[in-house]
């Protein structure tokens, strides 16, 4: 997925000089085509992320449509306090691109892992989180996100990652998008998470059940008039996120219903409130975290979603 | 030199007052730096009151956020708003808050209050005006208790290394932070040499001497590096019973005191 920014950045900033990066010095030749096309706005910003975060609000101040690109705790929680007060509280249009996040860098340890970016982020106001599940839907939404011209955050992941449209989705900012329509039981899955609910959705389908699968990659706004039919349509929501089960975007999902007084079955799957070690894969980490497909079938068992 | 000795006097007194009648605190912090910011407005800026947004303004960004009283106060007194409105400071409302906000008046130009941020932002707005060919220059004033954050030894390394010489940094340096002796609590000195050795043009001058610092700013312009002027000053500096005296990073004057420091200032 890193690969696929680099390349949709090196496209958009080729046709609009106002886009500029800074990276903390990650990513080591990944930028050379960026720096091609973009010499004076591809900057290496040093291992100094704070200072990053708040160099790129003063860009966007002066009219650049800065983006900030390191490893995703690096760039959400080392320089959380830049991020609160000179981009969301200032309202600049900076791009905050976390790469490998979740449990992406598995084996790097707890340092490189992350699980409380989105509830950071979404405690920020004026902040937008959106979290592609591949390189397609990072390269059709990255475009809808300059566009906003305000504060984003844009968790993708490393490389490598599954395929998960068939064909190209005419995603929208801020809009779920349904892959496979269902009923009774739909599996709302955010950012790189996608494959394991796409193994749930087949899973389902063994037991009789067509469930809807949703990719939900925008987690703030959002997408409430998806929500608010869902509860009616269906007995059961499942949601999906390697991020804290806590805080996260189930957590979104739930409070939007409690503020709406709605009751509705939402079944919230996550990385459990403790650090993940000592692993040597992120399909390793993923079994232990319990966000693997057994897991979480034998948990909608125990709750008789199956 | 006598304009800008008047002005800051001026300053200095409506500081005080309205320290007194809004209860405002940081007076000693504002003191410290009021003869710096009476010199870049009056004689180095290039700004103009009426038009506070004009594209080719020089930038000046306040680092110590709890001196607002003295940047609202001096923005007051070179015609940005009138003077009057000083006293709307922290009521409930009012552009004029204890640390700058994004509602404050025209001509401060970000928010302010967390220390630390300024300088890297002006690194950021420097940057982005050398990759657009502007001619704008970036100003920076950070109190020496400021200057224990991180993020300003972060933006020292990075802006010398872009060789950003539209800006400049300023150090407030009172020798006296929040709580105690800034040179007890860190390791300062030297500071110019420190500035120096993170590749600053540096120059070391009298912060409340209007002509050293002048000389200092005209330095500052022809220079192929960023600048950093080290102005020794004095907490409280104007007032004899404020000087060097901590207390008055908190306290907040009565009425009787304001008499006082408006006689010592020369004022009638």
């Known amino acids: 997925m890193r690969n696929a920014f680099a390349a949709k950045l090196t496209e958009l900033a080729s046709n609009d000089d106002s886009i500029m990066l800074f990276y903390a010095d990650i990513g080591n030749r990944l930028f050379n085509n960026l720096k091609e096309v973009a010499p004076t706005r591809t900057i290496n910003a040093g291992i100094a992320e704070a200072n990053m975060a708040s160099m790129a609000s003063g860009a966007a101040m002066m009219g650049h449509k800065p983006f900030i690109y390191t490893i995703t705790p690096f760039t959400t929680a080392r320089n959380f306090e830049q991020i609160k007060i000179d981009i969301a509280y200032q309202n600049q249009p900076v791009i905050i691109v976390g790469t490998g996040s979740g449990l992406s860098y598995a084996n790097l340890g707890p340092t490189h892992h992350s699980f409380e970016d989105i509830a950071l982020m979404r405690a920020l106001p004026n902040m937008n989180i959106v979290c592609p599940a591949d390189a397609d839907e990072l390269a059709i939404l990255m475009p809808q996100l300059i566009a906003l011209n305000a504060p984003c955050y844009f968790r993708i992941g490393k490389k490598n990652e599954p395929k998960v449209h068939s064909t190209l989705p005419a995603l929208k900012f801020g809009q779920a998008y349904v892959m496979n329509p269902g009923k009774s039981v739909a599996i709302l899955a955010n950012g790189t998470i996608m494959p394991v609910a796409q193994q749930l959705h087949q899973e389902l389908l063994q037991h009789g059940i067509e469930a809807e699968l949703v990719s939900f990659h925008t987690v703030k706004p959002l997408d409430s008039t998806y929500l608010s039919n869902a509860a009616s349509r269906f007995e059961h929501l499942i949601t999906l996120e390697e991020h804290n089960v806590n805080g996260g975007f189930g957590s979104a999902v739930l409070e939007y219903y409690n503020e709406q007084c709605m009751a509705v079955n939402v079944h919230r799957f996550g990385i459990p409130d403790r650090f993940i070690d000592q692993v040597s894969s992120q399909h390793t980490a993923r079994i232990k975290a319990g966000l693997d497909i057994d897991t979480i079938v034998n948990t909608l068992k125990s709750r008789q979603v199956l | 030199m006598v304009e800008l000795e008047k002005i800051s006097a001026n300053i200095r007194y409506t500081l005080c007052d309205v320290s007194s009648k809004t209860s405002t605190p940081h007076l000693g912090s504002c003191l410290s730096c009021t003869d710096i910011l009476s010199t870049l407005y009056w004689q180095v800026l290039n700004v103009e009151p009426q038009q506070p947004k004009s594209k080719d303004r020089d930038y000046f960004l306040l680092g110590k956020g709890h001196a607002a009283s003295a940047l609202y106060t001096t923005l007051a007194y070179r015609g940005y708003f009138p003077i009057e409105d000083l006293y709307q400071h922290g009521s409930d409302g009012s552009q004029f808050e204890?640390?700058?906000?994004?509602?404050?008046?025209?001509?401060?130009?970000?928010?302010?209050?967390?220390?630390?941020?300024?300088?890297?932002?002006?690194?950021?707005?420097?940057?982005?005006?050398?990759?657009?060919?502007?001619?704008?220059?970036?100003?920076?004033?950070?109190?020496?208790?400021?200057?224990?954050?991180?993020?300003?030894?972060?933006?020292?390394?990075?802006?010398?290394?872009?060789?950003?010489?539209?800006?400049?940094?300023?150090?407030?340096?009172?020798?006296?932070?929040?709580?105690?002796?800034?040179?007890?609590?860190?390791?300062?000195?030297?500071?110019?040499?420190?500035?120096?050795?993170?590749?600053?043009?540096?120059?070391?001058?009298?912060?409340?001497?209007?002509q050293a610092l002048i000389e200092a700013f005209d330095a500052a312009q022809v220079q192929q590096q960023p600048v950093c002027i080290i102005a020794d000053t004095i907490k409280g500096k104007g007032i004899s019973f404020m000087e060097n005296d901590n207390n008055w990073h908190y306290r907040i004057p009565t009425v009787d005191e304001v008499m006082m420091a408006k006689e010592e200032l020369g004022l009638k």
Not at chain 2, 139 to 149: C, K, P, Q, R, S
Request: hydrophobic share 40%.
């Open chain 2, 98 to 210: 204890e640390h700058p906000g994004i509602h404050a008046p025209a001509g401060v130009e970000t928010v302010s209050g967390s220390l630390g941020h300024a300088l890297s932002l002006a690194s950021g707005m420097a940057l982005s005006a050398k990759v657009q060919g502007l001619s704008n220059r970036f100003y920076v004033l950070m109190g020496d208790g400021e200057i224990n954050e991180g993020t300003v030894w972060e933006a020292a390394m990075f802006a010398p290394a872009k060789q950003l010489n539209n800006l400049v940094a300023i150090v407030d340096f009172n020798k006296l932070q929040g709580t105690g002796e800034s040179c007890e609590i860190m390791h300062l000195e030297p500071l110019d040499e420190k500035w120096r050795a993170f590749g600053w043009h540096t120059i070391r001058v009298n912060g409340h001497d209007h």
